[in-house]
């Protein structure tokens, strides 16, 4: 959240005007939150998130040229301390996994309450992980299918110092990695192995032996 204006600036993708201008429009019923760009692709979005440096980018995934799940990696990588939470319309855990594992911090599905756009972006400038119950399902659905969760080394690293108590500073020292990687990495786990927090966390990582 920007420090000087205790206002949470909002870049809007979409490659429809008409949900950006709708966007636009809900967002400027709200006191805390600005809109301070606009972009229509992904690659003008990894444009605007490095000449504005916003808080939170609201990020659709299907868009021509560079789609949202190739231009979130490339935000999040470029380590500008900008959180992508993505608004869209598909809820297959395919795309929610790709998604996530790109580095998004929470994940919206369009046909949310236009209120749940809000309160996702102040979650995330909260430092919190919104995912739409939808998306959640889809989650749990892949999970349950697929036995356990195929997790990433580095999901697993940070999942077993969860166990062991630390918190994300600490892992991000122990790990040499940023507090923001840290969190992306735990979205993406929480959100494999079905859980909220991270008590519910250090339990699955006791219960499944890591």
């Known amino acids: 959240m920007s420090e000087h204006s205790g206002t949470t600036r909002v870049v809007l993708v979409d490659d429809h005007a008409v949900i950006r201008a709708g966007l636009a429009q809900l967002i400027a019923t709200a006191d805390d939150i600005e809109v301070v760009g606009q972009a229509a692709d992904g690659a003008t979005a990894v444009e605007q998130a490095r000449a504005l440096k916003p808080d939170v980018v609201l990020m659709d995934l299907q868009m021509p ?116 990687t840290v969190k992306a990495h735990l979205t993406s786990a929480f959100s494999r192995i079905g859980v909220s927090d991270r008590t519910q966390a250090a339990l699955w990582a006791q219960r499944n032996g890591l």
Do not use: F, M, W
């Open 65 to 180: 040229g560079v789609d949202g799940v190739s231009a979130t990696r490339e935000i999040v990588a470029a380590g500008l301390g900008v959180d992508v939470l993505v608004l869209t319309s598909y809820s297959d855990n395919e795309r929610i996994l790709d998604a996530l594992d790109a580095g998004a911090v929470g994940y919206l599905l369009k046909d949310a309450d236009p209120d749940d756009v809000l309160t996702g972006i102040r979650a995330v400038s909260r430092g919190e992980s919104p995912i739409h119950p939808k998306a959640a399902r889809a989650l749990l659905g892949a999970r349950s299918a697929g036995g356990r969760p195929q997790l990433t080394a580095r999901e697993v690293e940070v999942l077993t110092l969860v166990r062991d108590g630390l918190a994300n500073k600490q892992i991000a020292k122990r790990l040499e990695i940023s507090e923001r």
